[in-house]
């Protein structure tokens, strides 16, 4: 399968939502034309190091906005996270990548009360924007350790080493023990 990319550094997982500002031409014509390309896909590119992860968030757009200067946001959720296999730029110099959808962290129920939703709960109640972003918390232990690996101010190669399906475990241990620092 071939998705446009838009190199960005967000590092966002599935059930993961951000907003982005889009005002490059090429970029606007990659919104306009997301029904016929099956919508895009926002890669990881870290632009002072230049380093790019070899996945990306494959994304849908679940809302339209325009900011105080009439720049289109749009706010996103990523569906899947897909391999970036190879890629070219086209005519408008935007990038399209081939890519495949890669397995994530499998989905596991959890209390209302579980540490990691009560701490993340406490963020969303203190931040209109995230409040925008995450109306309602999920209890189920993949999407809240993919919200807290969003967030977390660690670097991007320990936050992209536990994406394997496997490493569920060692997320919610990495996130614990950096919440359990800061309580």
Known sequence: MNLPIFPLPIFLLPGGVTQLRVFEQRYLNMVKNCNQTQGFAVQYQNQ???QQANWASWVDIIDFNQDDNNMLLITVKCKDLVDVTDSYQNEELLLIGDVNVRPFWPETSVQKNHELAAALKHILD?????????????????????RWLEILPIKF???????????????????????????
């Open 48 to 50: 002072i190091t230049n």
């Open 126 to 146: 203190n931040s209109e924007e995230m409040q925008y972003l995450y109306p309602e918390i999920v209890l189920d232990l993949s999407w809240l350790c993919a």
């Open 157 to 183: 190669q320990q936050k992209d080493a536990l994406l394997a399906p496997s490493e569920l475990q060692q997320a919610q241990s990495l996130v614990k023990n950096i919440i359990n620092k800061t309580v």
